[in-house]
């Protein structure tokens, strides 16, 4: 082990060892550190960690639905929903109860442990909660984990949500704080973070990532993972998400990443955020069998299942099963 592999080392079992203690934080430059590492010995300290805190042999499996597609008034640069973008997707009238809570009995059987219901809003209103924590009880009822990714939320909303029974909130800090401006400018950093907040204070699991090929550098990628390993405490479940590029947005075009880039980010991940579901997210139906079974010894444990994202294409279920058996992945 070289010098640079026993100080990460040191400082990832003194994070595992006291992660309550906020004033422990990774920096920039020692995750950029983690990510200039040799492939190998980046994997290797993964799995270090990975199975320190897993069973590698593992994935968790979260359903997606739209619940409100389209006519977005933000302007995320990646979104195929923002309404100023022309992308084909069309503003759609909410689904009803009924109709979300089909579409999670049908996640059930095919095997997903948690639904996650998506809403195309800078925010939701007070007559969209109430449908919202509707749904919430509905999917509950079911067994199912429930996560909900509608946008910002004001005070008292998030309370609303849990009280309904909502287990996670997902919302995402995308990518690092600088590189942020050149991607959204209809809401802030703080923003974000302050949502988090709201989140985290009602006693809702946190769920929070980002997206790599943007065109950012690693620098920012390093930048996105030390601003998630420094919360306090470090979200619960942590997507990456692959830009799925979508002709019409802005970031369509966009040079590709090396897929051992992302990789890469996601070990990153989970040597900074131990015991946190590592979610490899959007951008996987993209991606070989190979790269996905490198994010798996990189220590991604969860995947998005089903055949939809929201507006995008998702591996379809028989060919994500036919995946797992064929690494020996149990799924929950
Ligand atoms: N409107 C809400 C919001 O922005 O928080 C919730 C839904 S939004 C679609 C959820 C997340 O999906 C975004 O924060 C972003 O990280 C991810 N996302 C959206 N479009 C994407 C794309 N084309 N490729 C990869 N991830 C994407
Ligand atoms: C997350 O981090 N990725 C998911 C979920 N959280 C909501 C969304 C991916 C969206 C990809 C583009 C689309 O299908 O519209
Ligand atoms: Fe709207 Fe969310 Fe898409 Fe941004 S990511 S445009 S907030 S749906």
């Known amino acids: 082990m070289n010098q640079l592999t026993t100080d990460l080392t040191e400082q990832q079992s003194n994070h595992s060892a006291d992660e309550s203690v906020g004033s422990l934080r990774w920096s920039v430059a020692q995750i950029q550190s983690l990510l200039d590492l040799p492939f190998n010995d980046l994997i290797h300290q993964a799995q270090l960690v990975h199975r320190q805190y897993h069973n590698a042999n593992e994935v968790q499996l979260s359903t997606l639905i739209s619940v409100k597609t389209g006519g977005c008034p933000e302007d995320c640069g990646y979104c195929p929903q923002a ?3 022309h992308t084909g997707v069309e503003n759609e009238d909410m689904l009803s109860v009924d109709e979300v809570v089909s579409a999670a009995k049908v996640a059930k059987e095919q095997g997903a442990s948690r639904f996650c219901m998506g809403a195309a809003w800078r925010g939701p209103k007070q007559r969209d909660i109430d449908k919202v924590t509707e749904m919430i009880r509905g999917v509950k009822s079911l067994g199912l984990e429930t996560c909900a990714t509608m946008g910002m939320l004001k005070p008292g909303q998030a309370e609303q949500l849990g009280q309904a029974g909502l287990d ?4 995402n800090l995308d990518t690092s704080p600088e590189f942020y401006e050149k991607i959204i400018s209809t809401r802030d950093y703080q923003d974000r973070l302050d949502t988090l907040g709201e989140v985290r204070e009602a006693g809702i699991n946190v769920c929070s990532g980002g997206i790599v090929g943007m065109g950012e550098t690693r620098h920012a990628r390093a930048g996105l993972i030390a601003q998630l390993a420094n919360l306090d405490p470090y979200p619960a479940s942590v997507p990456i998400n692959n830009l799925v590029q979508v002709e019409g947005t802005p970031l369509h ?3 590709a990443l ?12 989970r040597i900074t955020m131990p015991k946190a579901k590592v979610r490899l997210s959007a951008g996987r139906r993209e991606m070989s069998e190979a790269v996905q079974a490198l994010c798996f010894l990189a220590g991604a444990n969860s995947v998005f299942y089903g055949d939809k994202l929201l507006t995008t294409g998702n591996p379809d279920t028989a060919r994500d099963q036919a995946l797992f058996k064929k690494l020996g992945l149990s799924t929950q």
Request: glycine share 4%; no cysteine; charged share 25%.
């Open 83 to 85: 309404a100023r973008y």
């Open 168 to 171: 996670y909130y997902n919302h």
């Open 253 to 255: 075009g966009t040079d």
């Open 258 to 269: 090396d897929p051992l880039e992302f990789v890469r980010t996601i070990a990153a991940a």
